[in-house]
């Protein structure tokens, strides 16, 4: 099968991550949390971006935007993307290096006169990031039919709207969110491009990473419950400290998921809350918040059970209530073999040297697995970084991505 070579210009990739990067809270660089004013004119930008490269572009009722470029057929669709909201204090690669090589293959297609024979999607996904606590990623998981609207009244933005009303500010529409869901057979296939987060390709001197695995995070709370008294006057084995225990239900979850048993979890508590919180005051509450994650469901089944049996010990020790909730369990992803083949063939093919690697985050590729094959491409992050400022990818290795993600889209065409 001979394909075309796709022009894909590290020049123009450059240009566009450095606008986007432009786009951020001025005093704390890189923040474009999702439904914000920031997020709505990167939005607008890409649509623009989308625009010119001869793609139809139309908002969602779930606020993704989508430009399409016609196949010979009108079958079922192709779709490449990511998303380019941030976290608070983030990078300007964390899903951007992935909504800009998609418009990039987009521009590349339409400048080599090549027609697909499947339509062809490109996706800036709505709120990937966690700015909507338990609701995201809010588009990905509206396209898989996987949103709770019975949460779209209580749900909040990060500027106090409902869920509802931060979809309807994007251009989305909250009361169609049925209509968008996409079924198995929709979508012929899905590729996304992410920046890794991690170490494997820097180390291995790699420009290309071909994801195998997408772990699943389980989510949950902690209250520490014991009693709040004075802290001078009660003598220290009369006390139900919640903190005391607290600390002991954090390393219990830290000695669960470095159990010898596991080969790929990783667990952490991420906020605490002491109540009442003054310095001459046993603590009475803590709340905490959790995150398991792996790629093989079974070793976080393994882990919430030490960890519930390390606290009920805890409870019983010290004399305190200890309660564990499970909020979100999200399946780990397999990437079917015969998908990571073609980003694999793909890279062989162009001469760019690849690694096998499973991801630890969670990507929108996530979702749309649950009703399309997809596949990922990582390119290599500086030092491992993510979600700070500090995050980097060289501009070529994005170009090298984009080139390799160009070409296995051009091998999916061709797939039955
Ligand atoms: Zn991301």
Redesign the pocket.
């Known amino acids: 099968m001979t394909l075309p070579d796709l022009p894909i210009d590290v020049g123009r990739i450059e240009r566009d991550l450095t606008e986007l990067a432009r786009l951020t809270e001025p005093d704390r660089p890189y923040t474009r949390q999702a439904f914000t004013k920031l997020d709505r004119e990167a939005r607008e930008l890409v649509a623009g971006w989308m625009r010119e490269a001869g793609l139809d572009v139309h908002i969602d009722a779930a606020g993704n935007t989508i430009g399409r470029r016609s196949g010979r057929t009108d079958g079922p669709v192709m779709a490449l993307g990511?998303?380019t909201d941030t976290v608070q204090a983030g990078g300007r690669f964390?899903?951007i290096a992935?909504v800009v090589a998609a418009v990039e293959v987009a521009r590349a297609l339409e400048q080599a006169g090549v027609v697909t024979e499947h339509p062809l999607e490109i996706i800036n996904f709505n709120c990937?990031?966690p700015s909507v606590t338990g609701m995201t990623p809010v588009g990905s998981r509206a396209m898989s039919g996987h949103l709770d609207l019975s949460k779209l009244e209580t749900a909040h933005d990060p500027e106090g709207r409902t869920l509802a009303e931060a979809i309807d500010f994007l251009g989305g529409n909250h009361t169609r969110l049925t209509e968008l869901i996409r079924k198995p057979g929709d979508v012929h296939g899905y590729l996304e491009l992410?920046?890794e987060?991690g170490l494997v390709l820097e180390r291995a001197g790699c420009p290309v990473g071909v994801v195998t695995h997408i772990a699943g995070p389980i989510r949950g709370t902690i209250t520490v419950t014991g009693r709040a008294d004075h802290a001078g006057a009660t003598l220290m084995d009369e006390r139900q400290d919640a903190l005391c225990g607290a600390a002991e239900v954090i390393l219990a979850l830290e000695r669960a998921a470095k159990d010898p048993s596991l080969k790929d979890t990783v667990a952490t508590i991420g906020t605490a809350h002491i109540s009442p919180g003054m310095v001459n005051i046993i603590p009475g509450r803590v709340d905490l918040q959790m995150e398991v994650r792996s790629i093989r469901q079974e070793e976080k089944e393994r882990v919430r059970g030490l960890f519930e049996a390390a606290c009920e010990a805890i409870a019983r020790e010290r004399g305190l209530r200890i309660d564990v909730q499970w909020l979100v369990d999200e399946p780990p992803v397999t990437v079917p073999q015969e998908m990571q083949a073609l980003v694999q063939e793909a890279a062989k093919e162009l001469g760019i040297q690849t690694v096998s690697l499973p991801s630890r985050?969670m990507?929108?590729a996530s979702w749309m697995a649950m009703i399309a094959p997809v596949a990922m491409v990582f390119v290599p992050s500086k030092d491992g970084l993510s979600h700070t400022p500090d995050e980097w990818t060289d501009f070529a290795d994005v170009a090298a991505g984009a080139r390799v993600l160009g070409r296995a889209l051009l091998k999916l065409d061709a797939k039955e």
Request: aromatic share 0%; charged share 30%.
């Open positions: 990511s998303h964390d899903g992935g990937e990031e992410h920046i987060q985050a990507h929108d």
